[in-house]
């Protein structure tokens, strides 16, 4: 266990190179296996979860091989519908192994996801989608069991906008017999993305990104290489650690159509950004102005990056409103935040941000993925010294995030913390 010693005060100048998309590498890790052949995905980001999901890949047969930042993933040998609830209970993305197995095998038993730290995540919408598609599916001690004779194709509206049953529902579906269609689908990158590897697989999928997706079932699928878009989350990330922080910093390796949300709320806060081809640089010496967001599906603004402006918000001038409108517990960080000094309302799905003129360092608790960062963010925008437990949370999805800091110029340790702390 370890956690990150965080020493506020400098400002961050320099360039930093965004990895690979965390979430785009969760679905096409599942989407590679779906062919009998090798399929390389190049300049992936080599965080824990992505070892997860290869542990959880190799528990069904598939063959996967790292090779610096690619990884060869080869799903001839699927074998085993039961991947092993030791693995699975550890990331959201495992839910994709039912797509992948009920696509290859017609069936499947995966551990049911519980609730998580940013709030109740059912997956009635994944479960739906496979019965649309001709599957049985109960739940049994804990776990979703999917049987068929084989999936037929079939219309399916979801009744809620989410990536997860669009992705699984894609696929599920590229190996089906017949024409699905998947209308209110999510529009995220990310499931272009999988998209796009799975056409370059021989999958037959039209209009992912629209409003609706038509898939056309193929026999089988053949290799391919293909790169996973860079992470629009981390480069957010990065932005509004700038702007929030202070400082100067060229963001290379980014989609700026991706960003557009945040390029906006960072300039109505008042930084200043220049948008290159792809690399976005944030320019900020002064305090900023607070904004108002209300987190949405694609293309509003991400709730994965609502933590990090929520601390960019806790020292901007004035009064600013968050509506979290996908999760219904992503404030777990304001706790922790407020231990620092900031000045925050909660009431139900809207946090009201009164800006502070400073944080002062504290030991914190980052409880996700996203608190993490942010709490580290906040710390470097703090007096003094903050400890943030829980890096454990950030490596999950962050590749190199303290050493991608201290390259700017922060002042960012991390030590190992003792199982004493980690219990208190
Ligand atoms: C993915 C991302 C996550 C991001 C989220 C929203 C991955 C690995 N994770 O999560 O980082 O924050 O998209 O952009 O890619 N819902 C249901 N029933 C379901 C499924 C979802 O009610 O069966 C609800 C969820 O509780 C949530 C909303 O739909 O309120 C959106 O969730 P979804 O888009 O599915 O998120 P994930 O795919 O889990």
Do not use: W
């Not at 005060?9 to 989407?31: H, I």
């Not at 081809?277 to 209300?294: A, F, G, M, Q």
């Amino acid at each position: 266990m370890s956690k990150f010693v965080v020493t506020g005060g400098n400002r961050l100048q320099g360039s930093v190179r965004v990895s690979g998309s965390k979430n785009s590498t969760s679905a096409l890790m599942f989407a590679a296996a779906l062919g009998k052949d090798d399929v390389i995905l190049t300049n992936i980001p080599l965080n824990s979860d992505v070892i997860t999901m290869s542990e959880i890949l190799r528990s069904i047969g598939v063959e996967v091989k790292f090779n610096g930042q690619s990884v060869i993933i080869n799903g001839a040998n699927i074998t085993n519908h039961q991947p092993p609830y030791e693995l699975v209970r550890r990331i959201r993305a495992s839910v994709y192994t039912a797509g992948l197995l009920l696509g290859r095998l017609g069936m499947a038993d995966v551990a049911m996801p519980g609730g998580d730290e940013i709030g109740t995540r059912p997956i009635d919408l994944h479960i739906r989608g496979f019965q649309t598609l001709g599957s049985e599916v109960t739940i049994e001690h804990g776990q979703m069991v999917c049987k068929s004779k084989g999936l037929k194709g079939a219309t399916y509206y979801i009744n809620k906008v989410s990536v997860g049953a669009t992705i699984n529902m894609m696929l599920a579906a590229v190996l089906a017999e017949g024409v699905t269609i998947i209308d209110n689908p999510a529009k995220e990158p990310e499931v272009v993305d999988c998209a796009i590897l799975l056409n370059s697989m021989g999958a037959k999928i039209r209009g992912a990104g629209t409003a609706s997706i038509k898939i056309e079932g193929v026999e089988s699928l053949h290799g391919c290489e293909h790169t996973p878009i860079p992470d629009r989350i981390e480069a957010g990330t990065f932005m509004i650690a700038t702007a929030a922080i202070g400082g100067d910093v060229q963001v290379n390796n980014v989609i700026t159509e991706h960003l557009r949300m945040v390029i906006s709320k960072l300039r109505e806060a008042g930084a200043e950004i220049i948008e290159g081809d792809n690399d976005i640089r944030i320019i900020c010496n002064h305090r900023l102005k607070t904004v108002d967001v209300d987190t949405g599906v694609y293309p509003g603004f991400a709730t994965d990056l609502q933590a990090p402006f929520g601390v960019l918000l806790s020292k901007a001038e004035g009064t600013g409103i968050i509506c979290e409108t996908v999760f219904d517990n992503r404030f777990r960080y304001i706790d922790e935040l407020r231990r620092m000094g900031a000045d925050i309302k909660v009431e139900r799905d809207t946090a009201i941000f009164r800006g502070v003129e400073r944080l002062s360092g504290a030991p914190v608790v980052g409880t996700d993925i996203r608190a993490g960062v942010s709490l580290v963010i906040a710390g470097l925008m703090a007096e003094g010294v903050t400890e943030v437990s829980g890096a454990c949370h950030i490596d999950r999805g962050y590749e190199n995030f303290d050493e991608k800091l201290r390259d700017l110029g922060a002042g960012i340790q991390r030590v190992a913390e003792s199982l004493e702390e980690v219990k208190a």
